[in-house]
C-alpha cells in the first residue's frame, strides 16, 4: 500500500515478488491521463521483496492509479496527490 496516502510529493510503496518476471509500474492521472510517470519500464524481477520511493514533484495535484503489470496481470491502487 502506498504511504502516506494521500501525499504532497513523495510516497513510497512496497510489493513482493515471488518469482523472475516482467514488471512494469506506472502512475497515471485518472482525470488526464497525458500526466503520467513511469516507475519502472518493462523489467525482469528477480524474487525478492522491493520499496521504491516515487517523487511526484511537477505532477498536478489529484487523484491518480498506481498500474503495476506483472508477468501480463494487471492490479491497480488510488493514490491521491493532494496540496500542501
Do not use: C, W
Request: hydrophobic share 40%; aromatic share 10%.
Amino acid at each position: 500500500m502506498p504511504a502516506p496516502n494521500p501525499h504532497n510529493e513523495d510516497f513510497s510503496f512496497q510489493y513482493e515478488i515471488f518469482e523472475e518476471g516482467e514488471l512494469e509500474i506506472v502512475l497515471v492521472n485518472a482525470i488526464a491521463p497525458e500526466y503520467q510517470l513511469s516507475i519502472t519500464n518493462e523489467v525482469q524481477v528477480q524474487p525478492g521483496i522491493y520499496e521504491p520511493a516515487v517523487s511526484t514533484q511537477g505532477l498536478p495535484y489529484g487523484i491518480y492509479a498506481l498500474i503495476v503489470r506483472y508477468n501480463n496481470e494487471i492490479q491497480s491502487l488510488t493514490i491521491l496527490k493532494q496540496a500542501q
